[in-house]
């Protein structure tokens, strides 16, 4: 067996390990559980499910055109003065996935319907180490992957029934395909095709993902091509966003049925101007007054790097170090420690894709600011330009001993 089959042959060891590891932690933390919400991340958005897809289980998918009612309750169900609340502002495809679990598995274990979303985010997982694999094909590829796995935010939403571990799959598959793209193992026409489908399913999830859906795709055509206006960069820039827009419509012709198209209007425009400026806020914790983009953003940024909520973990340094490497290019080019010589080969396409992934990551942050200012979960966003400094890292760092 030679030298480089024997490697490949350790880092798919290597690789089976770590994703053994992770897939048997989120199952024991699953099978832990009584019925009940998942009590580790976001327990709120996760009962919301549950009770949604309780009420497609008894009253069918139909009633509400298809709307889930978050505060659906079986004992007072059939009273006249039943609380129903008919959620609008956000996609119901996380809810309509739970009700089909209740069709699927029943109602009389809970755990069962987190087997779809863990499947789902087992499969991101996979098909994301197996891009980096491809992009790397050596060590550099099982480093990236443990180091990621490492933050919290990687796995702690796997088997949570809202959007969020279905939303951040879906970002783990488009930065699968754009590592692969990059490497030109696809072309750009079926690049352009799987952008489309990210984002038309993205847009079947969560509307805060919009930004990343619609625009990372093209950071990894400027990171191969420069600052190129071609077709494939417009195509780049517009389909993902349209196919994103379409689901969308799809879910507002759900609220004109339910609410009409003046109250659908009215409705989306409240919500709009709620999450943009905190307009109509009745949180006393929030002082809209404060909400400038620089205080949101660091908020966000605080979450990104402390251990708030357990949720990304005490690597902030590491990764503010990575950051700061892939920016100082110019001025570092090699250096020695010990016997060890390190070479720095950043090019300027690496820098121009590493400042537009910034930019795509705090978008949502800086528009959507009241909304980024209420949710922590809003930070999961910075994992994109996390992602490509570490592999422009990787990939620009050469070590040789003298």
Request: aromatic residues 18%.
């Amino acid at each position: 067996m030679s030298k480089v089959t024997t490697r490949r042959a350790i880092m798919a060891l290597a690789f089976c390990i770590l994703a053994f590891r992770i897939l048997a932690f989120r199952i024991l933390t699953t099978l832990q559980l009584t019925n009940g919400i998942y009590h580790l991340i976001d327990p709120h958005s996760d009962a919301n499910c549950i009770r949604a897809g309780l009420g497609y289980y008894d009253e069918g998918f139909s009633k509400f055109y298809g709307l889930p009612d978050m505060v659906y309750d079986r004992s007072t169900a059939k009273s006249p003065d039943r609380v129903i609340y008919i959620y609008t502002h956000y996609p119901d495809g996380a809810e309509l996935i739970t009700g089909l679990s209740y069709y699927l598995w029943g109602d009389k274990d809970e755990r069962l319907l987190r087997i779809i979303p863990f499947l789902f985010s087992s499969f991101g997982m996979l098909f994301f180490f197996f891009c980096l694999y491809r992009f790397f094909e050596d060590g550099r590829a099982f480093w990236i992957s443990l180091f990621v796995s490492i933050l919290p935010m990687f796995t702690n939403m796997m088997n949570n029934l809202a959007y969020h571990g279905y939303a951040f799959s879906l970002m783990l598959i488009q930065l699968g395909l754009g590592l692969l793209f990059y490497k030109r193992f696809i072309s750009n026409r079926r690049y352009v095709i799987l952008a489309c489908v990210c984002g038309f399913a993205h847009g079947l999830f969560a509307l805060d993902y919009f930004f990343v859906s619609s625009l990372a795709c093209s950071v990894f055509y400027i990171w191969r091509e420069g600052i190129k206006f071609d077709r494939t960069l417009v195509k780049l820039w517009v389909l993902p966003a349209m196919s994103f827009g379409l689901a969308f419509f799809f879910h507002f012709l759900q609220v004109v049925g339910y609410s009409g198209l003046t109250g659908a209007i009215e409705d989306y425009t409240k919500s709009g101007l709620y999450r943009l400026y905190g307009e109509g806020s009745t949180l006393t914790w929030v002082d809209v007054t404060k909400l400038t983009p620089w205080n949101v953003l660091r908020v966000q940024v605080d979450i990104f790097i402390s251990k708030k909520e357990n949720y990304h973990g005490p690597v902030q340094v590491l990764i503010v170090g990575i950051w700061l490497a892939s920016f100082l290019y110019k001025r570092v080019r090699s250096f020695k420690v010990g016997p060890w010589q390190f070479k720095w080969s950043v090019t300027k396409n690496d820098a121009l894709a590493i400042s537009a992934v910034l930019v795509v990551g705090v978008l949502w942050t800086l528009v959507m600011r009241h909304h980024s200012y209420i949710h922590f979960f809003i930070a999961r966003h910075f994992f994109v330009p996390l992602f490509l400094c570490l592999v422009v890292f990787a990939q620009s760092l050469s070590v040789s001993r003298k």
